[in-house]
């Protein structure tokens, strides 16, 4: 099989992977939203450990619970559970099926999986996961590097050597712009826009993104450079911005400009207009960071590090021309990362 080949192979199993993760969410979402509660007991099978139905009463020492399901959800099915047997309850968080649609796409589902489907996706991510395994295993990158990285796992590193020719991008710059990391001629985040052409590849977007999450779930490797980058931000939290709404939109003045107090948020667009219309000049304003915009800059910046890297480590490899990997710092030094091996 050539290098070609797997990389097209690699980019349909990921694709698949993606599908079933993303179905399995929705289902999990949907069969979450049947507005019923769960009672979790201490002891049991692992199948009997659950109770699913209506809390209809509640004493000091007991739930009674409805268990009947599907269309016959108003025949009385009830068991009596010991609240001494129960280790946790969870009520259900709509009223009825149709408010969990309205927000069905805004519930986060924190750790809790569907009965139905998600066994049975788990088990098709799973086994997608060994083959793209036994995949990697013929790419030197993932042998030589890419494998010992704190967060890198298979379904990141196929996504990349499937979405990424190192023979084009004969710069990190390059490669960040394919990957959506770039910024346009304005300065602005590479955003989508209704008849214009994107220049970059959405799924790797995804998938850089998704592995810069795991990375910062852990410790050490490339975590301590984003908690490095995170430090350096919230030292130059203030800073000047150009005297544009849009540019204002989600950041804290640290100026007091007519009636808005220093420390007020500018919620959007139509907020920093009307501040600029206080301002009553066109001069650069002195604004502060959120705390989640320093987050999201430091993981950005995390990342792009992380492509540099493998821009590096894949045409060394390959042995194609290479440069060194350089930061600028805020006062406009250069300084050199050493790529990080785990």
Not at 5 to 26: F, G, H, N, P, W
Not at 74 to 101: G, L, S
Not at 253 to 281: F, M, V, W
Request: hydrophobic share 35%; aromatic share 6%.
């Amino acid at each position: 099989m050539t290098q070609e080949s797997k990389q097209v192979k690699c980019a349909a199993l990921v694709d698949s992977y993606y599908t079933i993760q993303e179905t399995r969410k929705r289902l999990d979402l949907r069969e979450q939203a049947l507005c019923r509660d769960e009672i979790i007991l201490a002891t049991g099978d692992e199948e009997d450990r659950k109770v699913i139905g209506h809390i209809v009463d509640e004493t000091e020492t007991a739930y009674t619970i409805n268990t009947a399901t599907g269309e016959k959800t108003d025949v009385k099915k009830e068991r009596e559970v010991p609240k001494a047997d129960i280790r946790k309850v969870i009520r259900a968080k709509f009223k009825t099926v149709e408010e969990a649609q309205e927000a069905l796409y805004r519930w986060p589902t924190g750790k809790r999986i569907a009965d139905v489907s998600s066994p049975v996706f788990l088990r098709m991510e799973e086994d997608i996961k060994k083959e793209l395994a036994g995949v990697l295993e013929e790419w030197p990158v993932w042998t030589g590097w890419l494998k010992e990285v704190k967060g890198v796992g298979p379904i990141s590193a196929c996504g990349m050597w499937a979405h990424i020719d190192i023979r084009i991008a004969d710069s990190p710059s390059k490669l960040w712009h394919y990957a959506g990391h770039h910024v346009d001629e304005e300065g602005r985040l590479p955003h989508l826009e209704k008849g214009v052409k994107r220049s970059w590849n959405r799924r790797l977007q995804t998938i850089v993104w998704n592995c810069g999450e795991s990375i910062v779930r852990t410790h050490g490797g490339y975590r301590e450079l984003y908690d490095q980058f995170k430090q350096d931000e919230l030292s130059h939290a203030k800073t000047t911005v150009k005297p544009e709404a849009e540019e204002l939109a989600g950041m804290i003045l640290a100026e007091e400009i007519g009636k808005y107090k220093t420390g007020s948020r500018i919620k959007d667009k139509a907020h920093g207009a009307r501040i600029l219309k206080e301002l009553g000049e066109l001069r650069p304003i002195l604004c502060e960071r959120t705390p989640g915009h320093i987050d999201r800059r430091a993981r950005r910046r995390m990342r792009k590090v992380l492509l540099a890297h493998l821009w590096l480590q894949w045409r060394r490899m390959e042995g194609l021309p290479v440069r060194p990997v350089y930061i600028v710092a805020k006062d406009g030094q250069h300084a050199e990362i050493p790529v990080i091996m785990k």
